[in-house]
Every structure is written in C-alpha cells, then in structure tokens.
C-alpha cells in the first residue's frame, strides 16, 4: 500500500481545506515545488495534487504549478485532479509528465467520458468518488448527488480505470480518523483498485487500512495528518512495506 502525500493547490499555494469549503483553507507554503521535494525526500513513491480552483471552475488553474513538480521529479508518478474536464487537457497534462490524472465531476455527469478518456490514454485514467454517506458528491463537493459511489464504481469496472479514489467528504480535512468500513465497502463493490482518502489522522489509521488492504486498497491519500505533524510519511511507508 503507498503513502501518497497530498499537495493541494489554492492560488498558487500549497493548502488544506476542511470539507472542501474554498473559504475554509489553511496555507501551508507558498511554495509546492519545495513542498514536494519534502515528501519525495521522506521517500514517498507518489503525490497525489488537487487544482482546487480548477475543480471550481472546471478547468486547470494551477496547471503551471503541477507541471513544474512533474518536471522536477520526472520519475515520480503524480496524479493530478481537478478541473479535468475534456480529453485536450488530459493530453497536456500527460505530455507534461503527470503519471496519471484524476477525473471527478466529469465522470459523475458524463460516465461515457471515463471510457474514452481511457480509451485514448491507456493506464492514465483514475476515478475520483468523493462521497457524503454514500451519495456522490460533484463540483468540488458543492452539489450531492443521488448516485451511489458504489454503483457508479461498478459502471466503470469494464472501462480501464486504473485506481479509484475514494474520499469521505464528511472525515476530509476533520483529522478525526479514516472511514475504513466506507472505503472497504467500495473496494469490495467492484475489482478497482482503491485508494484511501479524506480523514486519516495518524499512525493507526494507516495500520486499521493496512489490515483491510487485501481488500483491494492499493494506496492511502494524506493531507493534513504530514503537514501538522500527527503522521510521518516514511513512518508510515515502512508500515505499509512491512510483511505481516
């Protein structure tokens, strides 16, 4: 299972969010290419970066941003969400080097997209299902859908979607512990695999997902818990890289 630091673009800055409010945020440096080179040197072996304005507006607002980390660190796979919305700008973002980018809102609303982003960019495509008690959540989680998170995750099984990432809006950014009964219910609804998201806190959130990862949880998204200093990444990694 990876540890996969999350590195959340407002403006130009690296920030937290609590429950996705924009008006809500914490900045945390103001400069994300060094905030990178932080967790690479703690030996991450992915980043996970948001375009929090480009998931607003619904398109990419950060890309610059995203594109200097990429050309920093050409041999670490990135994933990049937000704002992705068209086939043009998933073809910028893999010539820019991002190893895989993430599509949200758009899936949610047009589902035949994932299938043709998939299509044209093979192994590039992830899913993002952010939900709130299960119901999906789109537009930067400012509209909640009807839509089951696990029934749209088995809409894409057959499409070539290489990881989903599964976020609990109402544990995101809270520091009040990863929902590893939700995220394990969505790992078992299709033959995805699933990356953790939205709530983990410290060290034992990441040992409770440890032990359900056979459940087909390939990786643990973490914002908040590395930049206040209650998880250590390469703590945590060598959990994760540790045999039971």
């Known amino acids: 299972m990876l540890i996969i630091p999350a590195i ?27 905030m ?15 375009d929090l304005n480009g998931a607003f507006v619904g398109e990419p607002v950060n890309g610059s941003v995203v594109t200097a980390i990429a050309a920093a660190y050409p041999n670490l796979p990135i994933q990049i969400g937000g704002g992705i919305r068209n086939l043009e700008t998933i073809e910028h973002y893999v010539k820019a080097g991002v190893g895989y980018v993430i599509i949200g809102t758009k899936a949610v609303k047009e589902p035949a997209f994932v299938a043709e982003a998939c299509a044209a ?24 859908s009807e839509l089951r998170a696990t029934d749209l995750a088995r809409r894409f099984e057959s499409d070539g979607v ?3 990432v599964y976020t609990d ?6 520091m009040q512990g990863v929902n590893v009964e939700a995220t394990v219910i969505m790992a078992q609804a299709s033959s995805i695999p699933v990356i953790a998201s939205g709530g983990i806190t410290n060290i034992d959130d990441i040992r409770a997902l440890k032990g359900v990862a056979d459940q087909g949880i390939c ?7 590395i930049y ?6 390469a703590q945590a990694q060598r959990l994760c890289d540790e045999v039971d």
């Open 228 to 233: 206040e200093g209650t998880l250590d990444v």
């Open 36 to 50: 990178a080179t932080r967790w690479v040197d703690a030996g991450c072996r992915r980043l996970h970066l948001v």
């Open 121 to 144: 960019f093979p192994g590039k495509v992830i899913v993002g299902l952010d939900a709130k008690d299960g119901l999906v959540a789109t537009d930067g989680w400012a509209e909640v």
């Open 169 to 174: 809006i109402a544990r995101d950014g809270m």
């Open 219 to 225: 990786g643990a998204i973490t914002g908040r818990a």
């Open 8 to 34: 959340d673009l407002k403006d130009g800055q690296c920030v937290r969010l609590r429950q996705g409010l924009m008006d809500d945020s914490t900045v945390f440096s103001d400069d994300p290419v060094a």
């Open 162 to 164: 290489s990881a989903i």
